[in-house]
């Protein structure tokens, strides 16, 4: 969905006033959606008195009254999560937790003691790597130099598969994965390249 969220607030501005804050997405002015800078405004100008602002914060909808002008705010267009939606919702909710999730190459976590072990989890990611970047490649190893597009393409597999590590563990009730293994295998053919990365440790409740 469509929103604008708000990224700055005025000291003391119309918005600020009425409970407002720096995060919210604007859903509804006196009714009418929010999609752009331009529905607001045009929103703004139409009313006068006191108005029901709509707004979602951390997968609530809350209304607020507020006094119309100028609201002091600066937005940003984005996709707001459809909190209508249960199954947007529950992947919000996940990906949310799993923000707090720890990992660890190690079997234990400074300052925590394993509580509970889980089970073992795993990430898979698949990336192309094209015939263009191969070349640089070989060129770059020709030259003694490096590869950037190849160490990019590494990088952000590597990130990519650890997230969706966290989001394993989330699934199981775990708050971190200990003893975290990364494997990378390289799948070739008819001119292209597939980078595969497999993530996996053990989902354990630390305390």
């Known amino acids: 969905m469509e929103r604008l969220q708000i990224i700055k607030l005025s000291c003391g501005g119309v918005a600020e006033a009425a409970g407002l804050m720096v995060g919210d997405w604007l859903d509804e002015y006196n009714g009418v959606l929010l999609v752009s800078s331009e529905s607001l405004s045009a929103a703004i100008k139409k009313s006068s008195g006191t108005h029901t602002m709509k707004v979602v914060r951390n997968l609530q909808r809350l209304e607020f009254p507020i006094k119309a002008g100028s609201l002091g705010i600066s937005v ?28 660890s190459t190690t079997p234990e976590i400074a300052g925590y003691i394993v509580d509970e072990t889980l089970e073992i989890v795993t990430a898979e990611c698949v990336f192309g790597i094209g015939v263009f970047n191969d070349f640089l490649t070989g060129m770059s190893d020709f030259f003694g130099g490096r590869s950037d597009a190849t160490q990019d393409t590494l990088r952000r597999a590597r990130r990519a598969c650890l997230n969706e590590l966290k989001i394993e563990a989330v699934k199981v009730g775990a708050n971190a994965v200990i003893g975290v293994d990364l494997d990378y295998s390289e799948f070739s053919g008819q001119g292209k390249s597939m980078l595969f990365l497999v993530a996996s440790g053990t989902a354990v409740r630390l305390k």
């Open 76 to 103: 940003e267009p984005g996709k707001m999560v459809d909190i209508d939606n249960e199954a947007a919702v529950r992947n919000e909710v996940i990906l949310q937790a799993a923000k707090a999730i720890k990992l």
